[in-house]
């Protein structure tokens, strides 16, 4: 896959980084594990529409396929524990996205670094194990289990620049997804759509 490298804006004081589709390639896998969940009710779910989607939490999300498909009787917990089993028992097909970790090795130890995710604390933990480099890089972690509002509510972002300590004004998200890109800018802060570049 062509790449170029990604910039980061000068003069920003802290980095944060969205974590599926930003830093680990695992949007595929999060997509066939929708389906998979959700064959029982003969429902597909098309890519644009899930990509359109990135950042938001997992029970959220089937609950909106569950209405826009008028689907009766849904088992929002089956359905996401199916979901959940399905990339857990995959998780050798993510990799890393090498230029947006090139970012986090450059600047370790230079800037203050976080991570704002909606995905929750147990699948992030499991990516930590899987690839610790990214958790000794980056130990301020904000996930969907940890906040109210989800993407593209601002509160996730606005909750990685308080942990880094770091004003909104001052820091820039690298993100791929459409809520998380408004969430970055309703909190203020300078955004990077990794897509363009990968």
């Known amino acids: 896959m062509e790449t170029i490298e990604i910039p980061v804006p000068k003069g920003v004081l802290?980095?944060?980084?969205?974590?599926?589709?930003?830093?680990?390639d695992s949007m595929?896998?999060?997509?066939?594990?929708?389906?998979?969940?959700?064959?029982p009710?003969?429902?597909s779910y098309s890519k644009e529409v899930f990509l359109s989607r990135g950042g938001i939490p997992t029970k959220e999300t089937l609950l909106m396929i569950a209405k826009e498909n008028d689907i009766k009787n849904?088992?929002?917990?089956?359905?996401?524990?199916?979901?959940?089993?399905?990339?857990?028992?995959?998780?050798?097909?993510?990799?890393?996205?090498?230029?947006?970790?090139?970012?986090?090795?450059?600047?370790?130890?230079?800037?203050?670094?976080?991570?704002?995710?909606?995905?929750?604390?147990?699948?992030?933990?499991?990516?930590?194990?899987r690839f610790p480099l990214v958790g000794q890089y980056v130990s301020h972690v904000v996930t969907a289990t940890d906040v109210t509002h989800f993407k593209p509510h601002p509160e996730t972002f606005l909750k990685c620049a308080e942990l880094i300590n770091v004003r909104p004004e001052d820091c820039v998200v690298f993100e791929d997804g459409k809520p998380g890109m408004q969430a970055a800018q309703?909190?203020?802060?300078?955004?990077?759509?990794?897509?363009k570049y990968l």
């Open 186 to 195: 309703a909190a203020g802060m300078k955004v990077i759509d990794v897509t």
């Open 41 to 43: 009710y003969n429902v």
């Open 28 to 39: 595929p896998l999060h997509h066939d594990g929708y389906n998979h969940a959700l064959a």
């Open 74 to 129: 849904f088992d929002v917990e089956a359905t996401l524990e199916a979901k959940r089993l399905f990339v857990e028992n995959h998780l050798e097909r993510i990799q890393l996205i090498d230029p947006v970790f090139d970012i986090m090795s450059a600047y370790h130890g230079k800037l203050p670094m976080a991570i704002g995710t909606g995905s929750n604390r147990k699948v992030v933990n499991e990516m930590f194990e």
């Open 14 to 24: 802290g980095l944060i980084f969205d974590l599926d589709g930003t830093i680990l």
